[in-house]
T-cell receptor, first 120, second 115 residues
């Protein structure tokens, strides 16, 4: 069974500083994908970054980078140069890939979320 | 591209009535659509997965007779909450995926309040 754990219910960071949001996962699958989403107070889910289990390099997207440590089963999100608009709830999620050779993907399982507050 | 819309964005209904929420993929064909439920400051919980033209697959604990899901076309899925109760009040989010694509595209959500 899959499990995603975000141990930080809330995080605070000063504007322009970097912050790391923790995520650990548990799976027996060899092939899986890890996602981070941002959910502002409006409720929309905004895709931030994706890391495939076979990707050797850590994913980066602008100010977002994913610190992927496969052996430790962790996929922490690093936000550099925090901005006030980064204040939101952040979710880590994982999806397994189905049977070998298949192109279908399994369901997305979300962690509990971390509320990030950026102070001016 | 890859825009998903939901309608309505918010709805208030009386206990015992039914309410329908629409989810549309505006610029792509969604072979798979997902419905999630989210309570305030909590995670998204998957309710069901639907593939176009097939019956939805419900997650354990989700009443299929209460939450009716229809995915009649490649661009439209509907969730009908039947005989709504106040405990059904929640934020409902749909998500859509193209065939062979790893990414899911989320709708803006629908806030349901049952009085």
């Amino acid at each position: 069974a899959q499990k995603i754990t975000q141990t930080q219910p809330g995080m605070f960071v000063q504007e322009k500083e970097a912050v790391t949001l923790d995520c650990t996962y548990d799976t027996s699958d060899q092939s899986y994908g890890l996602f981070w989403y941002k959910q502002p107070s409006s409720g929309e889910m905004i895709f931030l970054i994706y890391q495939g289990s076979y990707d050797e390099q850590n994913a980066t997207e602008g100010r977002y980078s994913l610190n992927f440590q496969k052996a430790r089963k962790s996929a922490n999100l690093v936000i550099s140069a925090s901005q006030l608009g980064d204040s939101a709830m952040y979710f880590c999620a994982m999806r397994e890939r189905r049977a070998a050779g298949g192109t279908s993907y399994g369901k997305l399982t979300f962690g509990q979320g971390t509320i990030l507050t950026v102070h001016p | 591209g890859a825009v998903v819309s939901q309608h309505p964005s918010w709805v208030i209904c009386k206990s015992g009535t039914s309410v329908k929420i629409e989810c549309r993929s505006l610029d792509f064909q969604a072979t798979t659509m997902f419905w999630y439920r989210q309570f305030p400051k909590q995670s998204l919980m998957l309710m069901a997965t639907s593939n176009e033209g097939s019956k939805a697959t419900y997650e354990q604990g989700v009443e299929k007779d209460k939450f009716l899901i229809n995915h009649a076309s490649l661009t439209l899925s509907t969730l009908t909450v039947t005989s709504a109760h106040p405990e059904d009040s929640s934020f409902y989010i749909c998500s859509a995926r193209r065939a062979g694509d790893y990414e899911q595209y989320f709708g803006p959500g629908t806030r349901l309040t049952v009085t």
